[in-house]
């Protein structure tokens, strides 16, 4: 359509722009599932609760038992960039400590979904309130009894964006997805108990008492638990490098699988994904995995800050680091010296 002044160039809607900027940090019900659990992990919960139907199409249900919300703070949350967490770009360059600041994910999956908000704050004799908002707008709030925390219940993701919906997988490919992303909020989170329920089937379970080797445990089972082992890595263990340290737990070679999903490696305590600590935990193993084998791992890099750009576009897990090569040779041997102390490779030449 042609403008008054001549120019075919004009001004979207509001709700254009939302939908389309809900691409971008919505991209299946896994991503929506990551926000919401980070947000729980946020509000200082000590239990979440994923509830998925069909994968998350239908249905993705976060409950949490943390600080949550009173009603203006329902009405605030659902807004466009509106965040307890930063106030503004000093916040943000002097380090922030929480999963999310950029005040963008429950607006954004509002927009392209039924959001149902039920919160009850930790402080205060505030009772409950729900809120619904659909396709952008708020069209109720009403004051509900619920327990201190939030639930918040995502149905029918992509109703209005039905091409976007048409590019979601199968119910398994979108659920493994998911699956994915709370196993590894709740391998890095043994003090939190994590569940995760599909189609009404509790597919794992961390009770929130205990470390590193019982959530493995509730996520992966024995056979996997029993074959870890404690990587311990700093100062003077490692080659020179940006990172600090390197701790969690690998898998004996024995244990492996054809694909990198059970890589779960973290920088920060953010979860990542990075060619260079894949490509040093590979190195570890050596030949002791066959061609396209991934062992089981959950590691975690400490890296100054300045290393690492942690202001990453929200989908994008992927971090590169100033010194890629040192990364991976400081994973590599950190890896490498516990497979070693328990026997598990045969000693090499030292490498060059
Ligand atoms: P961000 O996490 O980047 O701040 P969100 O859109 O995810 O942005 O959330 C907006 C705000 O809503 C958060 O800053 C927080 O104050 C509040 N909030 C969201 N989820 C929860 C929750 N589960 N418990 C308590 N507060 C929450
Ligand atoms: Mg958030």
Request: glycine content about 8%.
């Amino acid at each position: 359509p042609t403008n008054a002044d001549g120019t075919e160039i004009h001004q979207l809607d509001e709700d254009t722009v939302a939908r389309i900027a809900a691409g971008e940090v919505v991209e299946r019900p896994a991503s929506a599932v990551k926000e919401l659990v980070e947000n729980s992990l946020d509000a200082d919960a000590s239990r979440v609760e994923v509830t998925v139907e069909e994968g998350g199409t239908e249905l993705i249900r976060v409950a949490d038992d943390g600080r949550g919300m009173t009603e203006a703070d329902l009405r605030a949350a659902v807004r466009q960039h509106t965040t307890s967490k930063i106030a503004d770009l000093e916040d943000l360059e002097s380090g922030v400590s929480t999963l999310g600041f950029r005040g963008e994910a429950l607006h954004t999956i509002g927009s392209v979904s039924r959001l149902t908000i039920r919160s009850r704050p930790r402080d205060g004799s505030g009772a409950g309130t729900e809120l619904v908002y659909e396709g952008g707008d708020v069209t109720s709030v009403e004051p509900a009894g619920c327990p201190v925390g939030t639930v918040v219940e995502v149905e029918d993701l992509f109703y209005n964006t039905p091409a976007r919906r048409k590019f979601l997988k199968t119910t398994a490919t979108e659920f493994a997805h998911v699956n994915r992303v709370v196993t590894r909020y709740a391998l890095a989170n043994p003090d939190v108990a994590v569940s995760l329920t599909h189609d009404g089937r509790e597919v794992f379970a961390t009770t929130g008492q205990g470390d590193l080797q019982a959530a493995v445990l509730a996520v992966y089972g024995r056979e996997v638990a029993s074959s870890m082992i404690p990587v311990e890595a700093d100062g003077d263990d490692l080659p020179p490098g940006p990172v600090d340290s390197v701790s969690g737990l690998v898998s004996h070679p024995e244990t492996n699988r054809s694909s990198r999903e059970y890589l779960a490696t973290y920088v920060n305590d953010r979860a990542v994904t990075a060619d260079a600590i894949r490509e040093g935990i590979m190195g570890a193993y050596g030949t002791q995995l066959g061609s396209d084998r991934y062992p089981f791992v959950a590691l975690f890099l400490e890296v100054p800050g300045d290393a690492v750009d942690v202001n990453v576009h929200p989908r994008k897990r992927e971090v590169r680091f100033d010194d890629d090569d040192a990364v991976r040779r400081q994973v590599d041997a950190a890896v490498e010296s516990a497979l070693l102390e328990h026997g598990l490779l045969r000693s090499r030449a030292p490498r060059g």
